[in-house]
């Protein structure tokens, strides 16, 4: 698998716009698109009964930064929607929703999105909508108002949790082998030498 870490942005419109492709425009469910989510979403819906569009996954993940407008993170950033992608490599096999979404959990886990117990967590949804690959969005305010906590490197972090991925689902982690180089003549000596 190979990872990208985007840059944060102020608003969800645009990464959600990528995440999801030609999609993003329609006005219909993607509900199929979605893998993971965060764990809390039943509390913030209060059980509501319809499919999301992708409008209302940009709400959501735009609501922290409506409520609480001026927060930052440490260095005082107020960009607070990370985008994280992992696709597969070409040599790797077609994954199942189950299993993009088993990826999704870890890496939500494994970059500080979803830390276990943490009930006041930030906002987070794993959409599958490309052909092989993953992203995974956030709003890093948490409920709580304060920004999320992320390792100092959250693609290393990344990195990491993808090379064990790849071991437990049977993916390649390297490059296809180059082509074979052909054999090389053995010297020609020059003339005098034996």
């Not at 469910?29 to 009964?49: F, K, M, P």
């Not at 992708?54 to 985008?83: C, Y």
């Not at 180059?178 to 034996?194: C, E, F, N, S, Y």
Request: glycine share 6%; with cysteine.
């Amino acid at each position: 698998m190979i990872a990208c870490l985007w840059g944060r942005s102020l608003s969800a419109y645009l990464p959600v716009e990528e995440a999801l492709g030609r999609a993003a425009s329609d006005s219909g469910s993607v509900h199929e698109s979605v893998v993971a989510y965060w764990d809390r979403l039943g509390d913030y819906t209060q059980g509501e009964e319809r499919l999301w569009t992708s409008v209302d996954w940009i709400n959501h993940l735009d609501d922290p930064t409506f409520e609480w407008p001026f927060a930052s993170d440490e260095k005082g950033v107020r960009e607070p929607v990370f985008h994280l992608t992992a696709e597969l490599h070409p040599a790797d096999r077609e994954l199942e929703s189950a299993e993009w979404a088993t990826i999704a959990h870890r890496l939500a886990i494994t970059v500080g999105l979803a830390p276990p117990l943490d009930d006041q967590g930030c906002q987070w949804v794993a959409f599958q909508a490309r052909p092989r690959r993953l992203d995974l969005l956030a709003n890093l305010i948490r409920l709580d108002g304060a920004w999320q906590r992320l390792p100092p490197d959250p693609l290393r972090a990344a990195l990491s949790q993808i090379r064990q991925v790849q071991r437990d689902f049977g993916l390649t982690g390297a490059h296809p082998a180059p082509p074979p180089v052909p054999p090389t003549a053995p010297p020609t000596r020059g003339p005098g030498r034996r």
